[in-house]
C-alpha cells in the first residue's frame, strides 16, 4: 500500500502557484476570482455502520475559483473555469487531500434577467491527491441542471450528475478479488430551494439522493466481504483497517442559513444529514454540520 | 492688470451675493420610525403648466463600478439621453423591461454602448443580464423640478418659479403608490419652503450576489 505523504502537498503548491500568478491578469479581465472556506465536522467519515468502527473528525476546507462566462447569442453561454481546492482532516490525516478541477458547461437562458427559466450541461474534469495517495484519483463529472427563480424570494434548481473517480490500480489481497476499492461511479440528483428572509439572509433547504458505489470502512464481516465488490487497506484509518466497494443508495437533506455581510461575502451554517443502505445489510448513516464562508471578488 | 482683477473678482462677487430670483424647496424624507431615507425623488409639478418650462437637461449617465448601477436610483427628464458607461474591469448587457422604457444593451465594456433615450415617464428598472444581483432605477420625470435625497434624507429643489406646486415622493420600496404622497405646496420668491414627509417602506430582497458553492449562481 503507498503512501506517500507529500503528494497532496505538491499539487497544492503548484496549483496555488499557477493560480496566484494568473491574479493580476483575472482582475484585469472578464475572468472572476472567488475564495471559499468550509470548517465541517462529519460523525462518520468511514461509512460505517458497527458503532464500534465508527470515525468522526473535523476538516477545514479551502478553495479558489476562477472562471469566465462567454455569451453566445442571445439564449446561450458557455462558461470555463476551475477550482483549486485543500482540505485538511484534524485527526485522520492520511485523508488530507489537494484537488484541482477544471469545468467547461453550456448554459441556456430562456429570455433576460434573474427570473429566466434556465438549463446548463457541464462537464468538469479534475485530480485529487491525498497525503495516502492509494486514494488519489481523478474525477470526472458530468451535469444536468435546470431552474428558475420565480420571484426575489424564492430560487429552485434541480441537478442530476454522474460522477466516476478513477483510482490507481492496487494488488490484490486476496487472488481473484479486486483491490480497487477507491474507484466510485454514482448517480447524484438533487432538489434545491432558496428563501430570501431579507436583502442579507436567506434559506437553503436541499434534498439528495444518490445510488452507486460507496466505500465503506468497517471491520470485516462474512456479510460485507461477500457483498463487496473490491476491498483494500485504508491505513489512513489505522493499521487493521480496510475499506470495502458496495453498491449502495443515499438518501439526504442539507438545511443551511446564510448571510452576507458585505455584497462580496456570504456566512453559512448548514447541516446535512444522510442514510445509506448497501449491499449486505450495511446501513450507515452520517450528520455534517458546516460553517461556510465564500467571497466573490 | 490689476485693476482688471479686482474688477473681475468685485463682479463676481456680487453675482454670487445676488440671491436666486426662484423659489426652493426643502424636503425632509423619512420612514415612520424617524430613520431618513435615501434614493427617494422628490417631484415639484406646477399646478399652471406654463411655469414647467426649463431648459432640456443634459446628457446624463449611470455608471457601472463593482458590478453594481451607480448611482442605485437617477431621476432625469422625459426625453433625457443617459448613458451607460462601464467603469468595470468585466462586460455586461444592461436591459429593461419596464413599459417606461424597453431596451436592451449587448455585452460592452467602456464606453461602447450608445446612450438611451427616455422618452416616457415613469420608473424604469435596470438589470444586467449577467450578474442577476444588478438593480438600478431611473425615474422618468415629466417635471423638470425634481431632486433626489441623499444619506440625510434631504433633497432641495431650486430656481423654482413662485406659485402653486402638487409635490410628490417616489421610492423603490415604498409601501404604497407615491400617489399617496401628492400634497399642495405654495413657493414664494422671497423665502424657501420646507416640507417633511413619512414613508413606509418594504423591505428590500435582491438576488444575492455570492450564492455559495452548490448554487446555480456558480457556474
Request: hydrophobic share 40%; aromatic share 12%; net charge negative.
Amino acid at each position: 500500500m503507498e503512501r506517500d505523504r507529500g503528494s497532496a502537498a505538491t499539487l497544492a503548491a503548484f496549483a496555488a502557484s499557477i493560480a496566484l500568478g494568473a491574479t493580476p491578469y483575472a482582475a484585469r479581465s472578464d475572468w472572476t476570482l472567488g475564495a471559499g472556506a468550509d470548517l465541517r465536522y462529519d460523525n462518520n467519515v468511514g461509512n460505517a455502520q458497527s458503532s464500534s468502527d465508527i470515525v468522526a473528525d473535523s476538516t477545514v476546507d479551502a478553495r479558489l475559483t476562477i472562471f469566465q462566462l462567454f455569451p453566445l447569442g442571445d439564449d446561450y453561454s458557455v462558461t470555463l473555469g476551475g477550482d483549486l481546492r485543500g482540505e485538511l482532516f484534524r485527526r485522520l490525516t492520511g485523508l488530507n487531500n489537494a484537488s484541482l478541477d477544471g469545468t467547461f458547461a453550456l448554459k441556456r437562458k430562456w429570455g433576460l434577467g434573474a427570473f429566466a427559466p434556465w438549463a446548463r450541461a457541464g462537464v468538469s474534469v479534475g485530480r485529487s491527491s491525498y497525503d495516502d495517495s492509494y486514494r488519489n484519483t481523478w474525477n470526472y463529472r458530468a451535469t444536468l441542471a435546470s431552474g428558475r427563480r420565480v420571484d426575489e424570494r424564492w430560487n429552485f434548481w434541480a441537478e442530476y450528475a454522474f460522477e466516476r473517480r478513477a483510482a490507481s490500480a492496487q494488488t490484490p489481497e486476496v487472488p481473484g478479488v479486486s483491490a480497487d476499492a477507491y474507484s466510485q461511479d454514482s448517480h447524484d440528483a438533487a432538489v434545491n430551494l432558496e428563501y430570501s428572509l431579507n436583502e442579507n439572509a436567506f434559506l437553503a433547504l436541499g434534498l439528495l439522493g444518490r445510488h452507486g458505489d460507496v466505500v465503506s470502512t468497517t471491520r470485516g464481516s462474512a456479510q460485507i466481504y461477500e457483498a463487496a465488490r473490491a476491498f483494500a487497506e485504508d491505513p489512513a484509518f489505522g493499521p487493521d483497517a480496510y475499506a470495502y466497494k458496495l453498491t449502495g443508495t443515499t438518501y439526504g437533506f442539507r438545511l443551511g442559513i446564510n448571510y452576507s455581510p458585505t455584497p462580496h461575502s456570504l456566512l453559512g451554517c448548514g447541516f446535512e444529514r444522510l442514510e445509506t443502505h448497501a449491499d449486505g445489510g450495511n446501513r450507515y448513516a452520517k450528520s455534517i454540520p458546516t460553517i461556510s464562508w465564500d467571497y466573490r471578488f | 492688470m490689476h485693476r482688471f482683477l479686482a474688477a473681475v473678482t468685485v463682479l463676481a462677487l456680487a453675482w454670487v451675493a445676488v440671491p436666486s430670483r426662484g423659489a426652493a424647496l426643502h424636503v425632509l424624507v423619512k420612514d415612520p420610525h424617524g430613520k431618513l431615507i435615501a434614493d427617494a425623488v422628490v417631484l415639484a409639478a406646477p399646478v399652471d403648466p406654463k411655469s414647467a418650462q426649463r431648459a432640456k437637461s443634459p446628457a446624463d449617465a449611470v455608471d457601472q463600478v463593482d458590478k453594481q448601477f451607480i448611482p442605485y436610483v437617477k431621476a432625469v427628464l422625459v426625453g433625457s439621453k443617459v448613458w451607460f458607461p462601464n467603469s468595470d474591469h468585466i462586460r455586461h448587457q444592461v436591459y429593461s423591461f419596464s413599459p417606461a422604457k424597453t431596451f436592451e444593451l449587448p455585452l460592452y465594456g467602456g464606453t461602447d454602448a450608445p446612450p438611451v433615450v427616455f422618452d416616457k415617464p415613469g420608473v424604469v428598472v435596470l438589470g444586467c443580464n449577467i450578474h442577476d444581483w444588478m438593480v438600478g432605477y431611473i425615474y422618468v420625470s415629466e417635471t423638470p423640478f425634481f431632486a433626489k435625497t441623499g444619506s440625510a434624507g434631504t433633497a432641495t429643489i431650486d430656481d423654482m418659479p413662485p406659485g402653486e406646486y402638487t409635490v410628490r415622493i417616489w421610492h423603490p420600496s415604498m409601501e404604497h403608490g407615491e400617489e399617496t404622497t401628492v400634497r399642495r405646496v405654495t413657493l414664494n420668491a422671497d423665502a424657501p419652503a420646507s416640507a417633511e414627509w413619512e414613508l413606509g417602506l418594504k423591505p428590500t430582497l435582491r438576488v444575492p450576489r455570492v450564492s455559495g458553492a452548490g448554487s446555480p449562481g456558480y457556474p
